[in-house]
């Protein structure tokens, strides 16, 4: 019985390794400039329209750092992609950002943007502009707020959200972080509902204890487009695998909220159907 049962969990985490390495693979081809073409420019990002998927998620991210109850020193980015959008509100409120993600073309691409070299595949100035008139700021305040995200980001690090530390031992003080944002990340990179919600535990590790998880992902999506040809599995998840992933990792969910994507949104990228948008404390 034993050694079946050795023999049995063996397969299994065989089998879990494979699903990791094969979502790794896919990565390969990943193309920022062509993800945030994909995503990121109209008819998502429509700025002129408060139902276009850019302008809710940022909405919802607004919200969630003008509430009053999200503060402290130290903000964490999972998985930032080649995106800077989600860190646009949380970057007032934080005295330092750290931006992560497992591509090194990804972290190249925030660099740039960061270290202003007029070289970034997307212009976020309409992005800052959004955000400003959200937070009830002059025509101007964009540009102090990218000197304010310039300012505020310390790094830019490798993460794997499947490995138990998902960054590099000593990359964050002892407590962990204050507040987590991740957006499109754990569901995009992850073979199952089980990697995810090993996954979600693994970053889990990086929050303080009573810290607090901003979460944003897609429903009902089994893959998306990382570049041209290049077609990136993902785990389809509903509304109650969302909530049980982060009751099984000890977070008590506080918010959560869900966007159907309009038909003009549906573009042919992926296949989501919708989006989440939790808001969620370490216990
Ligand atoms: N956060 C961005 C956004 O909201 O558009 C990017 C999301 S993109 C769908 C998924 C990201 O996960 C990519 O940037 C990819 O490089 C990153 N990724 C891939 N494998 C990963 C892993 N094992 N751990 C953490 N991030 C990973």
Not at 57 to 62: E, S
Not at 102 to 108: A, G, S, T, Y
Not at 180 to 187: G, I
Request: proline content about 6%.
């Amino acid at each position: 019985g034993c050694l079946h049962r050795a023999f049995t969990e063996g397969v299994q985490e065989k089998t879990m390794e494979d699903g990791v390495a094969a979502m790794a693979a896919s990565y390969e081809g990943f193309d920022p400039a062509a993800y945030l073409q994909y995503n990121y420019t109209a008819p998502r990002a429509d700025f002129t329209r408060r139902d276009s998927t850019v302008s809710w998620k940022l909405g919802c991210l607004h919200r969630a750092f003008t509430e009053g109850d999200i503060s402290g020193g130290l903000l964490v980015d999972v998985g930032s992609g080649p995106t800077l959008y989600q860190v646009l509100s949380g970057c007032e409120i934080f005295e330092r950002l750290v931006l992560t993600d497992f591509l090194e073309v990804n972290r190249r691409e925030l660099k740039r943007w960061l270290q202003d070299q007029g070289k970034s595949s997307l212009d976020w100035t309409p992005y800052l502009q959004h955000v400003c008139k959200l937070e009830g700021r002059g025509a101007l305040a964009w540009s102090e707020k990218a000197s304010r995200l310039r300012a505020v980001v310390s790094d830019v690090l490798p993460i794997d959200v499947h490995r138990p530390q998902p960054l590099a031992p000593g990359a964050l003080p002892s407590p962990g972080a204050d507040c987590l944002v991740s957006c499109f990340c754990l569901e995009s990179v992850s073979p199952d509902l089980d990697a995810f919600t090993r996954a979600l535990g693994h970053i889990g590790g990086l929050l303080r204890p009573k810290g607090h998880l901003i979460l944003i992902g897609a429903l009902g999506e089994s893959f998306y487009q990382g570049g041209p040809g290049v077609q990136i599995p993902v785990v389809p998840l509903d509304e109650a695998q969302v909530c049980s992933s982060l009751k099984q990792n000890g977070f008590t969910l506080m918010r959560l909220e869900v966007y159907v994507l309009p038909d003009d949104m549906r573009v042919g990228v992926d296949d989501v159907s919708g989006i989440f948008f939790v808001k969620a404390r370490k216990e």
